[in-house]
Protein backbone atom coordinates (compact mmCIF):
# COMPACT_ATOMS: atom_id res chain seq x y z
CA UNK A 1 0.00 0.00 0.00
CA UNK A 2 1.37 3.37 -1.09
CA UNK A 3 2.05 6.29 2.06
CA UNK A 4 -0.91 8.12 0.22
CA UNK A 5 -3.09 4.97 -0.39
CA UNK A 6 -2.47 4.32 4.12
CA UNK A 7 -3.72 7.83 4.83
CA UNK A 8 -6.75 8.48 2.49
CA UNK A 9 -10.06 7.02 5.07
CA UNK A 10 -12.34 4.98 2.22
CA UNK A 11 -15.70 6.70 1.92
CA UNK A 12 -18.78 5.95 -0.15
CA UNK A 13 -18.12 8.18 -1.93
CA UNK A 14 -14.13 7.43 -2.58
CA UNK A 15 -15.48 3.94 -3.68
CA UNK A 16 -17.97 5.98 -6.57
CA UNK A 17 -14.70 7.86 -7.54
CA UNK A 18 -12.86 4.25 -7.53
CA UNK A 19 -15.25 3.08 -10.11
CA UNK A 20 -15.31 6.25 -12.40
CA UNK A 21 -11.58 6.09 -12.98
CA UNK A 22 -12.12 2.32 -13.34
CA UNK A 23 -9.33 1.45 -10.37
CA UNK A 24 -11.17 -2.03 -8.95
CA UNK A 25 -12.34 -2.40 -5.26
CA UNK A 26 -10.62 -5.01 -3.26
CA UNK A 27 -13.10 -6.02 -0.49
CA UNK A 28 -12.86 -9.07 2.10
CA UNK A 29 -14.48 -10.23 5.34
CA UNK A 30 -13.60 -8.91 9.14
CA UNK A 31 -14.64 -10.40 11.91
CA UNK A 32 -12.14 -10.03 14.53
CA UNK A 33 -9.29 -7.52 15.58
CA UNK A 34 -6.00 -8.88 13.88
CA UNK A 35 -7.95 -9.96 10.92
CA UNK A 36 -9.01 -6.61 10.81
CA UNK A 37 -5.71 -4.88 11.15
CA UNK A 38 -4.09 -7.09 8.88
CA UNK A 39 -6.96 -6.73 5.88
CA UNK A 40 -6.65 -2.87 6.52
CA UNK A 41 -2.50 -3.05 6.51
CA UNK A 42 -2.83 -4.38 3.39
CA UNK A 43 -4.90 -1.85 1.75
CA UNK A 44 -8.25 -3.48 1.31
CA UNK A 45 -10.47 -1.09 0.99
CA UNK A 46 -13.78 -2.13 2.48
CA UNK A 47 -14.03 -4.77 5.42
CA UNK A 48 -17.40 -6.34 5.73
CA UNK A 49 -18.40 -7.64 8.42
CA UNK A 50 -20.56 -10.35 7.25
CA UNK A 51 -23.33 -12.60 8.38
CA UNK A 52 -20.95 -15.21 6.93
CA UNK A 53 -19.75 -14.85 10.56
CA UNK A 54 -22.18 -17.63 11.32
CA UNK A 55 -20.74 -20.01 9.04
CA UNK A 56 -17.09 -19.45 9.58
CA UNK A 57 -16.74 -18.15 12.82
CA UNK A 58 -19.72 -20.23 14.51
CA UNK A 59 -19.87 -22.92 12.30
CA UNK A 60 -23.58 -23.30 11.38
CA UNK A 61 -25.32 -24.18 7.83
CA UNK A 62 -26.51 -21.70 7.02
CA UNK A 63 -26.47 -17.38 8.00
CA UNK A 64 -30.40 -17.31 8.96
CA UNK A 65 -29.58 -17.39 12.69
CA UNK A 66 -27.18 -14.54 13.06
CA UNK A 67 -28.48 -12.07 14.86
CA UNK A 68 -28.31 -7.74 15.50
CA UNK A 69 -26.19 -9.00 19.00
CA UNK A 70 -23.49 -10.82 16.86
CA UNK A 71 -23.20 -8.53 14.27
CA UNK A 72 -22.86 -5.73 16.65
CA UNK A 73 -20.26 -7.71 18.47
CA UNK A 74 -17.86 -8.65 15.94
CA UNK A 75 -18.70 -4.81 14.13
CA UNK A 76 -17.02 -2.96 17.71
CA UNK A 77 -13.81 -4.94 17.51
CA UNK A 78 -13.59 -4.50 13.72
CA UNK A 79 -14.35 -0.69 13.62
CA UNK A 80 -11.97 0.10 16.13
CA UNK A 81 -9.22 -1.62 14.31
CA UNK A 82 -9.31 -0.32 11.32
CA UNK A 83 -8.01 3.29 10.16
CA UNK A 84 -8.31 3.17 7.09
CA UNK A 85 -10.94 0.92 5.19
CA UNK A 86 -15.06 1.61 4.62
CA UNK A 87 -16.59 -0.68 7.68
CA UNK A 88 -20.06 -2.33 6.31
CA UNK A 89 -22.02 -4.79 8.34
CA UNK A 90 -24.58 -7.02 7.38
CA UNK A 91 -27.93 -6.74 8.49
CA UNK A 92 -29.11 -9.85 9.73
CA UNK A 93 -31.89 -11.82 8.98
CA UNK A 94 -35.31 -10.35 10.04
CA UNK A 95 -33.52 -7.04 11.30
CA UNK A 96 -34.93 -5.15 7.90
CA UNK A 97 -37.34 -7.13 6.84
CA UNK A 98 -40.97 -6.38 9.07
CA UNK A 99 -40.70 -2.56 8.47
CA UNK A 100 -38.49 0.37 7.31
CA UNK A 101 -39.03 1.98 10.99
CA UNK A 102 -37.41 -1.38 12.37
CA UNK A 103 -34.62 -1.57 9.84
CA UNK A 104 -33.76 1.70 10.60
CA UNK A 105 -33.35 1.51 14.52
CA UNK A 106 -31.21 -1.74 14.12
CA UNK A 107 -29.11 -0.08 11.37
CA UNK A 108 -28.85 2.93 13.40
CA UNK A 109 -27.74 1.31 16.21
CA UNK A 110 -24.92 -0.69 14.40
CA UNK A 111 -23.87 2.65 13.40
CA UNK A 112 -24.53 4.48 16.83
CA UNK A 113 -23.19 1.33 19.21
CA UNK A 114 -20.60 -0.61 16.92
CA UNK A 115 -19.16 1.95 14.52
CA UNK A 116 -20.15 0.62 11.64
CA UNK A 117 -19.96 3.15 8.81
CA UNK A 118 -22.42 1.59 6.18
CA UNK A 119 -25.21 -1.48 6.08
CA UNK A 120 -25.34 -4.22 4.18
CA UNK A 121 -29.19 -5.80 2.97
CA UNK A 122 -30.00 -8.67 0.81
CA UNK A 123 -32.76 -8.33 -1.26
CA UNK A 124 -34.56 -6.30 -4.49
CA UNK A 125 -37.03 -4.01 -5.08
CA UNK A 126 -38.94 -4.68 -2.76
CA UNK A 127 -36.85 -3.73 -0.20
CA UNK A 128 -36.70 -0.37 -2.11
CA UNK A 129 -38.58 1.76 0.48
CA UNK A 130 -35.92 0.46 3.49
CA UNK A 131 -33.17 1.81 1.16
CA UNK A 132 -34.62 4.80 0.88
CA UNK A 133 -35.26 5.45 4.79
CA UNK A 134 -31.65 4.72 5.82
CA UNK A 135 -30.20 6.65 2.91
CA UNK A 136 -32.60 9.71 4.03
CA UNK A 137 -31.33 9.34 7.61
CA UNK A 138 -27.66 9.15 6.94
CA UNK A 139 -26.96 5.57 7.00
CA UNK A 140 -25.63 4.12 3.74
CA UNK A 141 -26.43 1.17 2.15
CA UNK A 142 -24.82 -1.72 -0.11
CA UNK A 143 -27.35 -3.99 -1.75
CA UNK A 144 -26.42 -7.70 -1.97
CA UNK A 145 -28.40 -9.72 -5.27
CA UNK A 146 -27.81 -12.80 -6.99
CA UNK A 147 -27.57 -16.26 -4.73
CA UNK A 148 -28.78 -14.32 -1.35
CA UNK A 149 -27.91 -16.51 1.61
CA UNK A 150 -30.14 -15.48 3.65
CA UNK A 151 -32.93 -16.81 1.15
CA UNK A 152 -30.99 -20.10 0.68
CA UNK A 153 -34.65 -21.96 1.78
CA UNK A 154 -36.76 -20.31 -0.78
CA UNK A 155 -33.93 -20.99 -3.43
CA UNK A 156 -33.46 -24.48 -2.18
CA UNK A 157 -30.16 -24.71 -3.83
CA UNK A 158 -26.71 -22.59 -3.99
CA UNK A 159 -26.68 -22.80 -7.43
CA UNK A 160 -25.97 -19.84 -9.76
CA UNK A 161 -29.24 -16.90 -9.96
CA UNK A 162 -30.13 -15.21 -13.12
CA UNK A 163 -29.15 -18.00 -15.38
CA UNK A 164 -32.65 -17.80 -17.74
CA UNK A 165 -33.61 -14.54 -19.03
CA UNK A 166 -36.47 -14.00 -16.48
CA UNK A 167 -34.70 -14.55 -13.85
CA UNK A 168 -32.03 -12.43 -15.33
CA UNK A 169 -33.78 -9.42 -16.23
CA UNK A 170 -35.19 -9.38 -12.33
CA UNK A 171 -31.55 -8.83 -11.23
CA UNK A 172 -30.98 -6.14 -13.69
CA UNK A 173 -33.97 -4.45 -12.51
CA UNK A 174 -33.51 -4.91 -8.71
CA UNK A 175 -30.06 -3.23 -8.77
CA UNK A 176 -31.44 -0.35 -11.63
CA UNK A 177 -34.18 -0.04 -8.27
CA UNK A 178 -31.50 -0.04 -5.30
CA UNK A 179 -29.60 1.98 -7.36
CA UNK A 180 -32.45 4.59 -7.78
CA UNK A 181 -33.38 4.30 -4.42
CA UNK A 182 -29.96 5.61 -2.77
CA UNK A 183 -27.69 2.48 -2.53
CA UNK A 184 -24.12 3.39 -2.59
CA UNK A 185 -22.99 -0.38 -3.89
CA UNK A 186 -24.27 -3.68 -4.75
CA UNK A 187 -22.89 -7.02 -4.24
CA UNK A 188 -23.41 -8.83 -7.34
CA UNK A 189 -22.94 -13.35 -5.56
CA UNK A 190 -22.87 -16.06 -8.32
CA UNK A 191 -24.77 -14.77 -11.35
CA UNK A 192 -23.09 -15.53 -15.02
CA UNK A 193 -20.68 -13.44 -15.28
CA UNK A 194 -22.46 -11.29 -18.37
CA UNK A 195 -24.85 -10.19 -16.53
CA UNK A 196 -21.97 -8.83 -14.22
CA UNK A 197 -21.41 -6.65 -16.78
CA UNK A 198 -24.48 -5.74 -17.66
CA UNK A 199 -25.36 -4.36 -14.32
CA UNK A 200 -21.81 -3.14 -14.19
CA UNK A 201 -22.43 -0.94 -16.98
CA UNK A 202 -26.02 -0.03 -16.00
CA UNK A 203 -25.55 1.35 -12.68
CA UNK A 204 -23.33 3.99 -11.94
CA UNK A 205 -22.59 3.12 -8.56
CA UNK A 206 -19.99 0.21 -7.81
CA UNK A 207 -20.32 -3.49 -8.37
CA UNK A 208 -18.84 -5.79 -6.18
CA UNK A 209 -18.85 -9.28 -7.22
CA UNK A 210 -18.53 -12.56 -5.55
CA UNK A 211 -18.73 -15.18 -8.69
CA UNK A 212 -19.88 -12.46 -10.11
CA UNK A 213 -17.20 -12.20 -12.93
CA UNK A 214 -14.35 -9.73 -13.59
CA UNK A 215 -16.39 -7.02 -14.74
CA UNK A 216 -17.71 -5.97 -11.40
CA UNK A 217 -16.06 -2.96 -10.25
CA UNK A 218 -14.76 -4.84 -7.11
CA UNK A 219 -14.70 -8.15 -6.02
CA UNK A 220 -15.22 -9.44 -2.20
CA UNK A 221 -14.49 -13.11 -0.58
CA UNK A 222 -14.95 -14.56 2.44
CA UNK A 223 -11.62 -13.94 4.50
CA UNK A 224 -11.49 -17.38 5.63
CA UNK A 225 -12.33 -19.48 2.14
CA UNK A 226 -9.78 -17.02 0.16
CA UNK A 227 -6.97 -18.06 2.91
CA UNK A 228 -7.77 -21.89 2.73
CA UNK A 229 -8.79 -22.18 6.11
CA UNK A 230 -12.42 -22.80 5.53
CA UNK A 231 -12.69 -25.92 3.79
CA UNK A 232 -15.85 -27.99 4.22
CA UNK A 233 -17.01 -26.85 0.50
CA UNK A 234 -14.92 -24.92 -2.56
CA UNK A 235 -16.91 -23.14 -4.76
CA UNK A 236 -15.41 -22.41 -8.06
CA UNK A 237 -15.19 -18.34 -7.33
CA UNK A 238 -13.23 -18.82 -4.41
CA UNK A 239 -9.42 -18.27 -4.57
CA UNK A 240 -7.52 -19.77 -2.08
CA UNK A 241 -4.49 -17.50 -1.42
CA UNK A 242 -2.83 -19.51 1.09
CA UNK A 243 -3.55 -23.20 3.05
CA UNK A 244 -3.63 -22.11 6.04
CA UNK A 245 -5.89 -25.02 7.34
CA UNK A 246 -2.80 -27.18 6.28
CA UNK A 247 -0.65 -24.81 8.17
CA UNK A 248 -2.59 -24.58 10.98
CA UNK A 249 -2.99 -28.49 11.39
CA UNK A 250 1.07 -28.88 10.51
CA UNK A 251 1.39 -26.27 13.82
CA UNK A 252 -1.03 -27.75 15.90
CA UNK A 253 0.38 -31.42 15.63
CA UNK A 254 3.96 -30.42 15.89
CA UNK A 255 2.90 -28.37 19.60
CA UNK A 256 1.47 -31.49 20.51
CA UNK A 257 4.42 -33.63 19.99
CA UNK A 258 6.69 -31.03 21.14
CA UNK A 259 4.69 -30.88 24.52
CA UNK A 260 4.46 -34.97 24.69
CA UNK A 261 7.99 -35.59 24.02
CA UNK A 262 8.72 -32.86 26.48
CA UNK A 263 10.48 -30.45 23.65
CA UNK A 264 8.67 -27.87 24.48
CA UNK A 265 9.77 -25.27 26.49
CA UNK A 266 13.38 -25.43 26.67
CA UNK A 267 15.92 -23.58 28.31
CA UNK A 268 15.55 -20.49 25.94
CA UNK A 269 11.63 -20.31 26.75
CA UNK A 270 11.69 -20.93 30.34
CA UNK A 271 12.91 -18.56 33.36
O1 LIG B 1 -21.83 -12.45 4.76
C1 LIG B 1 -20.95 -12.29 3.91
O2 LIG B 1 -19.76 -12.55 4.13
C2 LIG B 1 -21.35 -11.80 2.59
C3 LIG B 1 -20.35 -11.90 1.49
C4 LIG B 1 -20.34 -13.29 1.01
C5 LIG B 1 -20.60 -10.94 0.41
O3 LIG B 1 -22.45 -11.38 2.41
Same mark, same amino acid.
Given at each position: ????????????? =??????????????????????? $????????????????? !???? $????????????????????? =???????????????????? =????????????????? &?????????????????????????????????????????????? !?????????????????????????????????????????????????? &????????? @???????????????????????????? @???????????????????????
Amino acid at each position: MSQHQELKKVTTE =SLRLMKGKGRKIACLTAYDAIMA $QLLDEAGIDLLLVGDSA !GTVI $QGLATTISVTLDQMLYHCRIV =SRSVKRALVVVDMPFLTFQI =SAEEALRNAGTLMKEAG &AEAVKLEGGSVFCNVVRRLTDSGIPVMGHLGLTPQSIHSFGTYRVR !GKTEEESDKILEDAIALANAGAFAIVLEKIPLELGKRITEAIAIPTIGIG &AGPHCDGQI @LVTHDMLGLFTKFHPRFVRHYANMAEDM @LTAFRSFSEDVQEGRFPDAHESY
